[in-house]
């Protein structure tokens, strides 16, 4: 697909290259501060599998810059829409952005900010964000976050940052290969390695957002999140399009079991389960855990799930509240959009430095195309 007519066919590829973010993702991220207000009190973030960045551009324009997306922002836009449909032309309605522009409280950088992003590929320079190259599965790269959030405290006999963050996201995605069973296992073993992470680093209260695939035990993972946090929400934003199984999930109120320490030796996985401690079933989280005869851990969510059809042999389901977010007048990520024939199609804000794709480009290149030159060619 040649990118005019991707930019048709993908009105957030478009958007992204017009507004200078590095990719559509970006989109995400702001549709689901809209509805969450993610970023309310937060300066000290960890941003896994980042690369190119546009995350950590809105992390860096939010908490660093001082710029109002969210739903401060969508007020605001919201506003000048009301405006003009109130039968101020385009001219006054310019005037009038400009005039509020002027008298617009000036932006207001947050103090104490600290930004990591990691990634297997290598990521270009952001303002006020560390970049790491590292496998956020691998238990070598837990040390070279902690160093890089604590450079000058950083202690290697421990396993937990010093000074803890408020916020981890995630939108870690493997190079999808079409087969969905191995796609989806994939993609969870890289959420459970951004959450052991997360559960290294995170701060009493702390947020943790990350992307899943709504695979069919998507349930299990569910059902761990809810230990460890106060509320998971699974989040749809509109930029995401309404035919992939990716949604994301939205963690708040970290709060582990007492007693619970992260560990490098045992990490969480589909395998393990977090330790709730017999003689303390979280009564505010009304979770309780049963062993069954055949050693299976069984927890049950109590009153949440009173419908009979939740109620799984030996537990209850626990299903997480599902939100559509971003103002519905934004564009439709599934649709296709009209665009004018003098319309110049731009280039992406920030080539991806390294692809994994690159070589077989040059060994494309090399073969003389597609298929190689046919004997005529030759
Ligand atoms: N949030 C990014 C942004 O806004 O630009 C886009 C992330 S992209 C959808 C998924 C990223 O996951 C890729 O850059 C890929 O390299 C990264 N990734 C996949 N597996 C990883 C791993 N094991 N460790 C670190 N990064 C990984």
């Given at each position: 697909m040649g990118k005019s007519s991707k930019d048709k066919r993908d009105a957030y590829y478009r958007l992204a290259k017009e507004e200078g973010w590095r990719a559509r993702s970006a989109y995400k991220l702001l549709q689901i501060d809209e509805e969450f207000n993610l970023f309310e009190g937060v300066t000290r973030v960890v941003d896994l599998c980042a690369a190119p960045g546009s995350w950590s551009q809105v992390l860096s324009r939010?908490?660093?810059?001082?710029?109002?997306?969210?739903?401060?922002?969508?007020?605001?836009?919201?506003?000048?829409?009301?405006?003009?449909?109130?039968?101020l032309d385009k001219k006054e309605l310019v005037r009038e952005e400009t005039k509020a522009l002027a008298v617009k409280e000036p932006l207001k950088p947050r103090e104490g900010v600290r930004i990591v992003a990691i990634d297997l590929q290598p990521m270009s320079p952001l303002e006020g964000v560390t970049t790491l190259r590292a496998d956020i599965t691998h238990p070598s790269t837990i040390p070279l976050m902690l160093k890089a959030l604590?450079?000058?405290?950083?202690?290697?006999?421990?396993?937990?940052?010093?000074?803890?963050?408020?916020?981890?996201?995630?939108?870690?995605?493997?190079?999808?290969?079409?087969?969905?069973?191995?796609?989806?296992?994939?993609?969870?073993?890289?959420?459970w390695a951004a959450l052991n992470l997360a559960l290294c680093v995170l701060k009493p209260g702390g947020k943790f957002v990350a992307k899943i695939f709504r695979g069919k035990d998507v349930d299990l993972l569910y059902a761990q999140l809810k230990i460890v946090f106060e509320r998971v929400r699974v989040a749809k934003p509109r930029s995401s399009r309404a035919s992939s199984i990716e949604a994301f999930v939205v963690c708040e109120g970290f709060c582990p079991p007492k007693g619970f320490k992260a560990s490098l030796d045992k990490p969480l996985g589909a395998g393990t389960q977090i330790p709730i401690p017999e003689d303390e079933p979280s009564p505010e989280k009304k979770v309780t855990r049963t062993v069954r005869e055949d050693g299976a851990i069984v927890l049950d969510f109590g009153p949440e799930s009173e419908d009979e059809d939740d109620v799984e042999e030996g537990g209850r389901r626990w299903i997480p509240p599902f939100l559509a977010c971003g103002d519905l007048s934004a564009y439709d990520a599934d649709a296709t959009y009209h665009l004018p024939n003098d319309r110049v199609s731009l280039d992406p804000v920030q080539p991806p430095t390294a692809p994994p794709y690159k070589r077989a480009l040059e060994m494309r290149k090399t073969a003389g195309g597609a298929y190689g030159k046919t004997k005529t060619q030759r």
């Open positions: 939010v908490l660093i810059k001082g710029e109002k997306f969210g739903r401060t922002g969508l007020q605001e836009k919201q506003e000048a829409t009301r405006r003009y449909a109130l039968g604590d450079p000058d405290t950083y202690d290697s006999t421990t396993t937990t940052a010093s000074s803890p963050v408020d916020l981890v996201i995630s939108d870690g995605a493997p190079d999808v290969t079409g087969l969905h069973d191995l796609d989806i296992y994939v993609q969870s073993q890289l959420l």
